[in-house]
Structure formats: C-alpha cells, structure tokens
C-alpha cells in the first residue's frame, strides 16, 4: 500500500507540473490511445481509471472541455455513449508517457 502510495503521489505531482494533467486523465488518455480505433465505451473507461461512474463522468466532461477527447453515440447501441481520443488528446499522450514511464522506473527502483 505504502508503494502504491508513494508511485502514485509522484505520477500525480510529475504530471500536473509538467503536462497539466493528473494520473486520473493520463490512465484515460492512455486507454483510448491504446484502444481500437481510439476509442471506447465511456462505461469501459470508467472500468480502466477505476473511479465511480459519477467521478469519471467528471473526468470526461472535464476532459472533453479541454479538446483531448469528444463524446459520440454508440452506432451498435444508441443507449451507449463513446469516447474519442481527439489529436489535441493523442498529442498530449505523446508527450506525457514518457514522463510518465520514468516517474514509474524510478519511483518502483527507490521503493523497491
């Protein structure tokens, strides 16, 4: 737990202050970059940023308002809502994952 903690605290700090953004947002982010077609069912990204469906309503919306993702109807199910990865989105990706992988590397290498 004392790991976990420790690894999140400084994705969270090394994110925000080097690409405006949190582990919550990168985790999405990262799932649509690395889904078919950059995309998926928002009840899918909740599953994958592991908060609650209201809480990651919040992350899309908020999301959506910065132009790294847009919301659209699921053809297969009207009921359903997508996430798209916008190029704003994938770019921002771009540039966060390596910062991400090295906070990762060096935060498991001083806790382990």
Same mark, same amino acid.
């Given at each position: 737990? =004392?790991? &976990?903690? =420790?690894? &999140? %605290?400084?994705?969270?700090? !090394? ?11 990168? #985790?999405?982010? #990262? ?7 950059? %995309?998926?069912?928002? %009840? ?5 940023? &592991? ?14 308002? !910065?132009?790294? *993702?847009?919301?659209? *109807?699921? #053809? ?6 997508? =996430? ?6 994938? !770019?921002? &990706? ?8 090295? =906070? ?5 290498? #001083?806790?382990?």
């Amino acid at each position: 737990m =004392v790991r &976990h903690a =420790v690894v &999140h %605290q400084s994705l969270e700090r !090394e994110l925000q202050a080097r690409h405006g953004i949190g582990v919550s947002e990168f #985790e999405a982010l #990262e799932a649509l970059a690395c889904s078919e077609n950059t %995309q998926c069912r928002a %009840q899918d990204l909740t599953d994958v940023v &592991h908060l609650s469906q209201s809480a990651a309503s919040r992350l899309i919306a908020r999301m959506e308002r !910065e132009g790294f *993702l847009e919301r659209a *109807l699921c #053809e297969a199910d009207r009921r359903g809502i997508l =996430v798209v990865l916008t190029d704003e989105g994938r !770019e921002r &990706h771009l540039e966060a994952q390596p910062t991400h992988r090295s =906070v990762l590397a060096r935060t498991l290498r #001083e806790t382990g």
